[in-house]
């Protein structure tokens, strides 16, 4: 079975508009970690921003956050004001295990196109 | 503060041949990890290492080994290579408690 599911392949945004890329996971571990990486052309996976599963807000970066909703078991990102520079694909990805035997595990990502 | 520096950047074998590729950590971290990607299978963890031990394995054949050393780099071997071992591999560090940092991959092509 997936541990995480990123059901949407590919989205498309207007410019200057929020769009919300959809993220659920599936563990039994009570500690774990949640996060998402934006994978522009060039390959490089960059750090977006992290949930932890004991964290009681939802994490903001800049304009990116994650709506995360523990008992559904779902982290969303949320990008606001979207501009050209965040066409890439994104990824949630989530880390189980403890410090120094971690695990990380990646949905298939979405492709995010953002228009002029 | 450099970041995740992966050697090369592209590589182009032919079947049978064996390969390494390189990854340095971010400077101070520990934790280095292994991803395979491709269109079909998109992001598949290979393995973990931290402090010259390897911490995790995932699902992949023997051909697949790696090691690290006591400066924190990491190799990564494929020996035999098949055509279904193109892909993009990336490496990750991490320090104690961070976020895992990735490089910009080495893409490698077999033909």
């Known amino acids: 079975a997936q541990k995480i599911t990123q059901t949407q392949p590919g989205m498309f945004v207007q410019e200057k508009e929020a769009v919300t890329l959809d993220c659920t996971y599936d563990?039994?571990?009570?500690?774990?970690?949640l996060f998402w990486y934006k994978q522009p052309s060039s390959g490089e996976m960059i750090f977006l921003i992290y949930?932890?599963?004991?964290?009681?807000q939802n994490a903001t970066e800049g304009r990116y956050s994650l709506n995360f909703q523990k008992a559904r078991k779902s982290a969303n990102l949320v990008i606001s004001a979207s501009q050209l520079g965040d066409s890439a694909m994104y990824f949630c990805?989530?880390?189980?295990?403890?410090?120094?035997?971690?695990?990380?595990?990646f949905g298939t990502g979405t492709r995010l196109k953002v228009l002029a | 503060k450099a970041g995740v520096t992966q050697t090369p950047r592209y590589l182009i074998k032919t079947r049978g041949q064996q390969v390494t590729l390189s990854c340095s950590p971010i400077?101070?971290?520990?934790?280095v990890s292994w991803y395979q990607q491709t269109p079909g299978q998109g992001l598949q963890f290979l393995f973990e290492?931290?402090?010259?031990?390897?911490?995790n394995k995932g699902n992949f054949p023997g051909r697949f080994s790696g090691r690290q050393f006591s400066n924190s780099r990491s190799e990564m071997n494929v020996s035999t290579l098949e055509l279904g071992d193109s892909a993009l591999y990336l490496c990750?560090?991490?320090?104690?408690?961070?976020?895992?940092?990735f490089g910009q991959g080495t893409r490698l092509t077999v033909v």
């Open positions: 990805a989530m880390r189980e295990g403890t410090s120094g035997t971690y695990k990380y595990i």
């Open positions: 563990t039994s571990d009570p500690s774990y970690g």
């Open positions: 990750a560090s991490r320090g104690l408690n961070t976020e895992a940092f």
């Open positions: 400077s101070g971290h520990r934790s």
């Open positions: 290492y931290f402090s010259e031990t390897q911490r």
């Open positions: 949930q932890g599963s004991y964290d009681q």
